[in-house]
């Protein structure tokens, strides 16, 4: 089979590095190049301790996908470089698999009309665990028998965004099978501005910043006499990658944008 030449964006971030491990243990995905706002014209092997890897880093996105013969950018930093980096990277033919949470609307639909445009396969997701989507997906379908819900989301301190992308995509998948309802008492009053979190369509989402976190979630439902708690937790970094490599694969195939993993998955 032939191998997939991924760029990897971000390779020095704890999610990138991840990557970097993927994609060397990895029998159909091959690592051409790197990009990061440092070590321009250094080897990958030079600040990982990844020996097998001699790609070179570039500094310059437009340079690094004029010169190098790539199928697919895996892009792993922030929501402003992200979505630059996805850009470009269609605009050079190369297919964008993007973990970055944060784009606006207006964005994704901008991107969305250049990749089929170009008939080009591009994958947004806010949470590559296939756990986390399968929580999503079961949240969804519990919606359907439980209106009253509130999600707790839980992430390292360095996060930039909240709530974060995973809790946003619940909510949304939320709102297509329940009836939009305001949840609390109707004169219910904060007290301390932002005590019941962000509202969307009602659900009020809750965002929790530590050091020692990585990602968890807890999507919360209320019913007379009883209540159904679904979460899920990734302890490590690692729980991506499968969802990465399920996407950089899949990617191949596609001629259009597709926002979140659940959209590829079985």
Known sequence: ????????????????????????SSETLELVACLDRKNGGKQVKEIEELPNMDAM?????????SEIDADVLVDLTTPEYGYKHTKLA???NIRPVVGTTGFKPEQLEELRELAESKGLGTIIAPNFAVGAVLM??????????????????KH???????????????????EEVRESKQQGHP??????????????????????????????????????GQSLTIKHDSYHRGSFMSGVEMA??????LDTLVYGLENIME
């Open 1 to 24: 089979m032939k191998s997939i030449k991924v760029i990897v964006a971000g390779p020095r971030g704890k999610m990138g590095s991840e990557a970097l491990r993927m994609i060397e």
């Open 57 to 65: 880093i570039y500094e310059d996105a437009e340079q690094c996908f």
């Open 248 to 253: 950089v694969k899949e990617v191949m195939r």
């Open 187 to 224: 004169e219910e009053k904060e007290t301390m501005q932002g005590a019941r979190g962000a509202n969307h369509d009602g659900i009020h989402i809750h965002s929790v910043r530590l050091p020692g976190l990585v990602a968890h979630q807890e999507v919360m439902f209320g019913s007379p």
């Open 90 to 92: 269609l605009q050079h």
């Open 136 to 153: 999503m997906q079961f949240a969804k379908w519990a919606a359907k028998y439980f209106p009253d819900v509130e999600i707790i989301e």
């Open 156 to 174: 390292h301190d360095q996060k930039l965004d909240a709530p974060s992308g995973t809790a946003v995509k619940t909510a949304e998948l939320i």
